[in-house]
C-alpha cells in the first residue's frame, strides 16, 4: 500500500483509505491509514503461539491464515489444511478477530495430502474437487487465490466462479475475494488486471491484491485509477 502511496498517493488512499481497505502484515511502516489492520500467518503454529506469548499486536482486527505448499506452512498442515482451517476459524472466534483464510491451490501436490491431484488433473480442478474452499469459508473472509489464471479472464472467472459457489452454499455470509497480483509467475500489464476485475465483478466482494516481492507498484497504481474511475 506505501509503494503504490508513494507513487499516487490519491488512488491509494480511494482504494486503502477510509475503511475500504485491509492492511496485513508487518514491516515499516506498518498499516495503512484509514484502513483495517491485520496479521497473516501461515502457520496455524506459529499464530497460536503468537497468541500464547502476547506477540499479536493490539491494533490488529484481522487474522489471516495463508496454508501453502511453502517452508512457512508446517508439513502436517499443509497434509491436513481443512482440519488446521477449522482449527485457526475457532481460534479467531475465541479471540475476537476477524478471521480470513486464503489456501493456496497448490495444496493438492503436498506428498500425502488428505486433498490431492489425480494423474493428468490440473491444480485448480483438483482445488474445486477437493472443495476446501468450502472448509476455508466458515471464517469471515476467504479468498480464492485464482492470480494465476489472471491473463485469461475466462480460466480465472471458471475457477472465480466455481469455488464461489462452494463458499456462499457453506456461508452465505462469507465475504470472498480473489487474488490479482502484479507478477504471479509473469509480469502483469494493467490492462490484463482490469480484465480479470472486470470478469469477477457480479461474484467477489472484493480483492486481495499483491505486489509479487514487492515489484511493480506502478502497474497496480495504474490497474486501480482505472477500477476506480480515475482513468
Known amino acids: 500500500m506505501h509503494r503504490i502511496a508513494g507513487l499516487d498517493p490519491d488512488t491509494a488512499m480511494a482504494a486503502f483509505g477510509s475503511g475500504r481497505g485491509l492492511a496485513l502484515g508487518g514491516g515499516a511502516p506498518s498499516g495503512y491509514p484509514g484502513a483495517v489492520t491485520g496479521?497473516?500467518?501461515?502457520?496455524?503454529?506459529?499464530?497460536?503461539?503468537?497468541?500464547?506469548?502476547?506477540?499479536?499486536p493490539a491494533d490488529v482486527r484481522v487474522a489471516m491464515y495463508d496454508p501453502e505448499q511453502w517452508r512457512f506452512t508446517p508439513?502436517?498442515?499443509?497434509?491436513?489444511?481443512?482440519a488446521?482451517?477449522?482449527r485457526f476459524v475457532a481460534r479467531c472466534r475465541e479471540l475476537g478477530y476477524v478471521?480470513?483464510?486464503t489456501p493456496y491451490p497448490r495444496l493438492v501436490t503436498v506428498h500425502g495430502a488428505t486433498?490431492?491431484?489425480r494423474p493428468g488433473e490440473s491444480e485448480e480442478d483438483a482445488f474445486v474437487r477437493s472443495r476446501i474452499t468450502a472448509v476455508a469459508a466458515r471464517a469471515d473472509i476467504c479468498e480464492t487465490q485464482a492470480q494465476r489464471l489472471q491473463h485469461d479472464p475466462n480460466a480465472y472467472r471458471a475457477f472465480v466462479v466455481a469455488t464461489a459457489e462452494q463458499a456462499r452454499e457453506a456461508n452465505p455470509a462469507v465475504v470472498l475475494l480473489s487474488g490479482l497480483s502484479t507478477s504471479p509467475g509473469r509480469r502483469a500489464t494493467s490492462e490484463l488486471l482490469l480484465e480479470a476485475f472486470e470478469s469477477v465483478r457480479d461474484v467477489?466482494?472484493?480483492h486481495y491484491i499483491s505486489l509479487s516481492k514487492g515489484?511493480?507498484?506502478e502497474v497496480m497504481a495504474a490497474f486501480l485509477r482505472r477500477a476506480l474511475g480515475a482513468d
Not at 75 to 82: F, L, M, Q, S
Request: glycine share 8%.
Open 75 to 82: 508439513p502436517e498442515e499443509k497434509r491436513d489444511p481443512g
Open 204 to 206: 467477489v466482494d472484493g
Open 215 to 217: 515489484r511493480y507498484p
Open 115 to 117: 486433498f490431492r491431484a
Open 39 to 56: 496479521r497473516a500467518w501461515a502457520s496455524l503454529a506459529v499464530f497460536e503461539d503468537d497468541v500464547r506469548t502476547g506477540s499479536v
Open 84 to 86: 488446521a482451517i477449522e
Open 99 to 101: 478471521s480470513m483464510v
